[in-house]
């Protein structure tokens, strides 16, 4: 059920990203149903929260710790700077002048980006785990060296993909907080356009998968 909860909030954040190929009530309405299983999430790993004040605190525990709460904190931007924006859910709610506010839009954008890219980074720390338990379910109990070369290569390939999806996407100039009007990326359909984002969010994963390996290296 975890790993399940997972693979839901994956593919809700990737549709999300795809918002220009959306209609603005689908969007939203997913927006604020997404919160739902954040929540369940949170409650999964409530003892997480609890566990914060015990133990012996290193680097990579500290960054952990950081990577989480910027995530937080990115989720939490997105969601406030959407119901603003809004222009069906809270559009009686949300006074005019708030929803036609320029700024407001590009705080949702870049958040939204930061949302993605934390994202990405935080699913990467517990790929190991994530990996291991899909491993045992199809009865694979270990790998040869062989075969971990190629899974590696094609890591990297995967990796190149995703920062070239980046570029496409202009996500550094979003992460800035620059106006954007157009990507290179918008050329695509709807689906490229989807698969873009994936890329951007493989290439944090794996990432994120990097820094655990100095996580595991360092608490040893």
């Not at 299983?37 to 990579?60: C, F, Q, T």
């Not at 506010?101 to 958040?111: I, K, M």
């Amino acid at each position: 059920m975890r790993y399940g909860l997972d693979i839901l909030m994956i593919v809700l954040l990737v549709g999300e990203m795809a918002f220009f190929y959306l209609p603005p009530l689908v969007h939203e309405a997913v927006g604020v149903a997404f919160l739902l299983p954040i929540a369940w999430h949170l409650a999964l790993n409530r003892r997480y929260v609890s566990s914060l004040g015990s133990g012996r605190w290193n680097e990579p525990r500290a960054l952990r710790c950081l990577l989480n709460i910027l995530l937080a904190g990115a989720c939490f931007l997105t969601v406030i700077s959407g119901c603003l924006t809004s222009s069906e859910l809270f559009a009686d709610v949300v006074p005019f002048s708030l929803r036609s506010n320029p700024s407001l839009y590009q705080l949702h954008s870049t958040a939204a980006r930061y949302f993605l890219v934390l994202a990405g980074l935080h699913l990467g720390l517990h790929l190991k785990a994530w990996w291991q338990k899909w491993l045992r379910a199809a009865g694979i109990p270990s790998r040869p060296l062989p075969a971990r070369m190629l899974l590696l290569g094609f890591g990297m390939l995967l990796g190149a993909a995703g920062a070239y999806a980046a570029h496409q996407d202009r996500l550094v100039e979003y992460l800035q907080g620059a106006h954007i009007f157009m990507m290179p990326a918008l050329a695509y359909s709807g689906a490229g356009y989807a698969l873009t984002q994936v890329g951007i969010l493989v290439l944090f994963t794996e990432i994120g998968w990097v820094l655990s390996l100095w996580k595991g290296a360092r608490s040893k």
